[in-house]
C-alpha cells in the first residue's frame, strides 16, 4: 500500500473536502425554501435512487444497515438539518459537527472494548474545550437549540460510526448507500407530524431552484463523489495518509458561511472552533505517527502494546 498520495490523488482528497465542507453552506441554501426534515428525506431518496442500481449491497444483512440508517440518516442529518434552518451558522455546524470524534472515541471505548492513550486524550480535551467554549457563546453566535441540536447530530454520527465499525471490513459506499434507503420514511413521517401537510405541500408544489441545487449537490457531490472518492482513496492508502485532508472541512465551512451569508462568528466561538480542529489535529497527528512506526516496523498496529484503539474512524465519514 502506498504511503504517500500521488498529485492527482491529494487533488481528489482537496476537492472532496472542499465539496464536504461548502455542503454546509449549500444544507443552509436548502432549508430557507423547504422543511428540513422533508429535504433531509428527499435527499436520501435521490442517493439510493441514483446509486443502488450501480452499487452492490456486498451482502451486508438489513438487520444491520437499519440501525446504521437510522443513526445516520434520521439522527445525525435530521438534527443537523433542523439545527441549520433554526438559526445555527453553517460555518459553526461544521466545526461542531466534528465533535463527533470525541462521541465515536467514548461510544468505541465503551462498547467496542477498545483503548485511549493519553495523547489521544488530550487532544479530545482539546476539541471538547472548543465545543463548551462555542456552546457557551451559543447565544451570540447561534441559537442555543440549534447548537444542542447540532451536538446530538454529532453523538448520532458517532453511533453510525461505531455500528459501521462493527461490521468489520466491507464496502463503506455499499453502506451509505443501502443505508440510504431506511432514513426518508421515517424523516417524511416526522416532517408530515412537525412541519405539516400544508408546509409539505407547498414546498414540493412549489420547488425553487435553491432547493434543485441543494438536493443535486447533496446527493451527487457531498455523497456520491465524497464518499465514492474518499472510500478509492481509503483503500489505496493508510487511513493515516488520508485523515489529515479532513481537517480542512471546518475552515471550509467557516468559510463558505461567510461568503455565501455573511456569517462572521464571534471571536469566542472562533477560538473554540479552533480548540476543536486543534484537537483534531492532535488525534490525527498521533495516529500518523504511529501508523509509519507500524509500517517501518512491519508490526502489525493491534499487536503493539499501547497502540491506538481508533486510528481509522475519524477518516472514515466527514458529512
Request: hydrophobic share 55%.
Amino acid at each position: 500500500m502506498h504511503t504517500r498520495l500521488t498529485p492527482r490523488d491529494t487533488l481528489l482528497a482537496v476537492l472532496v473536502t472542499i465539496a464536504w465542507g461548502a455542503n454546509f453552506a449549500v444544507i443552509r441554501l436548502g432549508v430557507a425554501d423547504m422543511p428540513p426534515l422533508l429535504l433531509a428525506s428527499l435527499r436520501f431518496v435521490v442517493v439510493f435512487a441514483l446509486a443502488a442500481p450501480f452499487v452492490p449491497r456486498r451482502g451486508i444483512p438489513w438487520r444491520r444497515l437499519i440501525p446504521i440508517g437510522m443513526a445516520m440518516g434520521v439522527g445525525q442529518f435530521g438534527f443537523l438539518f433542523v439545527a441549520i434552518s433554526l438559526g445555527m451558522p453553517s460555518g459553526l455546524a461544521a466545526t461542531v459537527l466534528q465533535v463527533q470524534v470525541v462521541f465515536t472515541t467514548l461510544f468505541a471505548v465503551a462498547f467496542l472494548g477498545e483503548r485511549l492513550n493519553r495523547r489521544r486524550i488530550a487532544g479530545l480535551g482539546l476539541a471538547v474545550a472548543g465545543i463548551v467554549l462555542i456552546g457557551l457563546d451559543a447565544g451570540a453566535s447561534a441559537t442555543v437549540v440549534g447548537f444542542v441540536l447540532a451536538i446530538a447530530a454529532a453523538a448520532c454520527w458517532a453511533t453510525s460510526n461505531v455500528l459501521t465499525r462493527s461490521l468489520g471490513a466491507v464496502g463503506g459506499l455499499s453502506v451509505v448507500v443501502w443505508s440510504a434507503a431506511v432514513p426518508p420514511i421515517p424523516l417524511f413521517l416526522l416532517s408530515l407530524a412537525f412541519e405539516g401537510p400544508t408546509e409539505i405541500g407547498a414546498a414540493l408544489t412549489h420547488p425553487t431552484w435553491g432547493v434543485a441545487f441543494s438536493l443535486a449537490y447533496l446527493a451527487i457531490l457531498a455523497t456520491l463523489f465524497g464518499y465514492g472518492v474518499w472510500n478509492t482513496l481509503l483503500g489505496k492508502y493508510p487511513a493515516s495518509t488520508v485523515a489529515p485532508f479532513s481537517l480542512l472541512v471546518p475552515p471550509v465551512g467557516l468559510l463558505t458561511g461567510w461568503l455565501a451569508f455573511g456569517e462572521v462568528p464571534d471571536v469566542p466561538s472562533l477560538i473554540g472552533a479552533g480548540l476543536v480542529i486543534a484537537g483534531i489535529a492532535v488525534a490525527n497527528i498521533v495516529v500518523a505517527r504511529r501508523t509509519k512506526a507500524t509500517n517501518a516496523s512491519s508490526v502489525p498496529a493491534s499487536s503493539l502494546p499501547d497502540a491506538d484503539p481508533e486510528p481509522e474512524e475519524p477518516a472514515r465519514l466527514t458529512v
